[in-house]
């Protein structure tokens, strides 16, 4: 049996643990977890891709890209839309970008899902934030020692001007910027020749939500087989506030044949 696991943003800056900058209630103790059953049973994996978001200090999904109309700062969490942008409620800093950043939010808003929400700044490319949780990293290196092969590891989020949530394309792609277009390379490498594709990681309500609905959508034009996919529901936790977003991906995803599983009900299916 061939199963694979992805990693959804495993990421110290999403753990609430000491100095995390987006902490994720749960999420230290979901990545224990994961960590352990790396430990225990990685033997029976023939595949780990890891995700992590990466980003510059300023992008336009970050607090440091953003002032209000009158200079004065934009708070962690504020949405901003198209049309506060040409209202001039808040503008990017460098307003220079104005035009491109209305574009980009005329367009994620037509697809009738959300605005643009401001986060703290996080997973800063290079900086501890950004490094895989402790427990989960050490993991994947023994892993690596037993089985002689190579954690793939993807980056994603480092254009500035698109937020990225999930792994396989941004919430708005832009055709000049490969990075942001949809990755059918490493889409059809997780369901080719898979038999059970499991599914961890941060946040349950972002990332992850958006990464499997991606991957449902590109699952859905294939001709081919597709794997049994497999939420590991110990192993993921919503952010807070948005525990509404969890429960909606859940039930799309359940109503597209994924299934959520504790970690201890799934060992019985690896063999």
Known sequence: MNTKLLVIDPQNDFCDIPGAALPVSGADADMKRLAAFIGSYGHRLSGITVTLDSHASVAVERTTFWKKGDGGDVPAFTEVSAEDVR??????????????????????????????????????????????????????????????????????????????????????????????????????????????????????????????????????????????????????????GFEAGERAFFEHAEAHGVQRMPVEAVIPLLR
């Not at 490319?125 to 793939?152: C, K, M, P, Y």
Request: hydrophobic share 40%.
């Open 87 to 240: 209202e001039r409620r808040y503008l990017p800093r460098n307003e220079g970008l104005t035009d491109q950043v209305i574009g980009m939010l005329d367009r994620l808003e037509a697809g009738n899902r959300y605005k643009l929400m401001v986060w703290p700044v996080h997973c800063v490319t290079g900086t501890w934030g950004h490094n895989i949780h402790t427990d989960v990293a050490n993991s994947l290196a023994r892993w690596e020692f037993r089985q002689q092969a190579s954690v793939r590891k993807v980056l994603k989020g480092e254009y500035l001007l698109s937020e990225h949530y999930g792994v396989f394309e941004a919430e708005v792609p832009f055709e000049d910027e490969e990075s942001t277009q949809f990755n059918h390379r490493l889409a059809a490498s997780l369901i080719r020749d898979t038999d059970l594709l499991l599914v961890a990681g941060e946040a349950s309500s972002h990332c992850v939500s958006a990464s499997v609905e991606q991957l449902l959508r590109f699952v859905g034009r294939q001709q081919e087989q597709t794997p049994r996919i497999v939420l590991l529901s110990d192993c993921m936790s919503p952010v807070a």
